[in-house]
Nanobody, 122 residues
Framework: VQLQASGGGLVHSGGSLRLSCVAS????????MGWFRQAPGKEREFVSA????????FAADAVKGRFAISKYNANNTIHLQMNSLQPEDTAVYYC????????????????WGQGTQVTVSS
């Protein structure tokens, strides 16, 4: 499975960004796709994930109410709409795919995108 992430950038505090991740290759049914982020000097942390049929979604407490994940099966794409961004959201955001039971453990996910930088200025 190959994952291609895009959509990062630089925004001011309170601004919005939309990340996208396109999956190709492999069998993606019964898998979840989602996002992690990693800030400098910190461990990679879970952000949000969605099941392949879009029926199951969950998110980290730090982003609930601000970030929304969605999925379009027609082109194997997920989006992460990020609103009310804060400086603490600054990180490299990575998309990943893996079996449902392995989320949200990054050490149990084997397919990762290349990461996209999100920078929020105060």
């Amino acid at each position: 499975v190959q994952l291609q992430a895009s959509g990062g950038g630089l925004v001011h505090s309170g601004g919005s960004l939309r990340l996208s991740c396109v999956a190709s290759g492999g069998t993606l049914s019964r898998q979840m796709m989602g996002w992690f982020r990693q800030a400098p000097g910190k461990e990679r942390e879970f952000v949000s994930a969605i099941s392949w049929d879009g029926g199951i979604k969950f998110a980290a407490d730090a982003v609930k109410g601000r970030f929304a994940i969605s999925k379009y099966n027609a082109n194997n794409t997920i989006h992460l709409q990020m609103n009310s961004l804060q400086p603490e959201d600054t990180a490299v955001y990575y998309c990943a795919v893996g079996p449902t039971e392995n989320w949200p453990r990054p050490d149990r996910l084997h397919f990762w995108g290349q990461g996209t930088q999100v920078t929020v200025s105060s």
